[in-house]
């Protein structure tokens, strides 16, 4: 484990190089004052980043920053070949880089039944990856719809994506957005099964779960809660004692997921 460990993090800080070239190259260029298509694309991109909404997007802000620190990485690396003598070690660097994104999906875990590294300690355990199958199979096994936070889960279980309502709970919160409709359905209980990353029957401190939380308002909660139970796993992992994320949830590196039933 400890090897896996220290792989995984020495992996980590080796992708955090493109981040370090991409101040460089934006540095070099404030201080020169030479502003080429690199040097204009680098600042809107951190802008875009800070100005996209963060709740429910996924990784999706950080697609443009990415790009262009991967742009920033390959002109210093050029740069670099070009004025570093031939036999110098650091002539390497595209070669170390190009083992890097091979090696990307083992520190990323892929989804469902295709990770090698299954938490993002780093430590690959297959307890993760049992409960993640059992997840799936049991959803499969359930009729539409099907509301799942995860969206990701309800495509590689063969069901309907559900749009999402749960984040747009701000927008309700703002009176933007009416989530009364919802809120019948799941009185209704028309949804056959919710995956939520959140046991609403064991967690009651809403400051507890930071982000998670912003995406169920109080009377959300108690409408989950009043309508539908959390369902136990048929095979709690074993030796992780009375712990309600192992004993109730399926853990992922992604977190933790519930399967609620209507009562």
Known sequence: KDVWRNAHNGLFLTMLLPTLFLIYTLVR??????????????????????LVGKLGSAVNYLFEIALVSAWATGVVIAEAQYHIPKGNPLRLMPALFLGVGICFPLHVPHFYNQWSINDWAGTPISSSRVMTDELAYRLKEIEEPVLSQDAGLSLMTGHKLVWQPFIMTQLH????WNQEPLLEMIRNKEFKALVLPINFEVDTNLSEFGLWWTQ???????????HYRVAPRINPAANRGQDPRWVWGYHSPFGTNYLYFPK
């Open 173 to 176: 919160q703002q009176k933007r």
């Open 29 to 50: 260029v404030i201080s020169t004052g030479k502003w080429d298509l690199l040097g204009y694309c680098i600042p809107f991109s951190i802008l875009t980043f800070f």
């Open 216 to 226: 169920f308002d109080e009377e959300m909660v108690e409408t989950i809660r009043s």
